[in-house]
């Protein structure tokens, strides 16, 4: 009995390594997705020098010229800064909300 000889099939891997990413597979979708938006994103994107940004002497902060970046020229990464910051909220409130079976 101890020196029982196991084997494998090909097919026997093939079945396990479906069975466990069954589950998983329309998480792996979306997050591929997701990080092709991201690559896409970036590489596509023509990012500013500081020479480039709005000045305004009397006005330090610049808060106007900012926000006007932000909703014209920056949009694409705006709205992808706003889904994963919503996404790790989500991801937080699932994390500290625990496990009920306690």
Known sequence: MLNKEISFTAMDVITSVYDYLKPRILGMIIALLFLL???VSVAFTSWPTMD???QNIDDQSNIQAIGIMIFTDF???FEILSIVL???LIGAIYMAKGDDNK
């Open 37 to 39: 938006v991201i690559v």
């Open 75 to 77: 949009v694409v990464p």
């Open 86 to 88: 919503l996404s790790s």
């Open 52 to 54: 480039q940004l709005p």
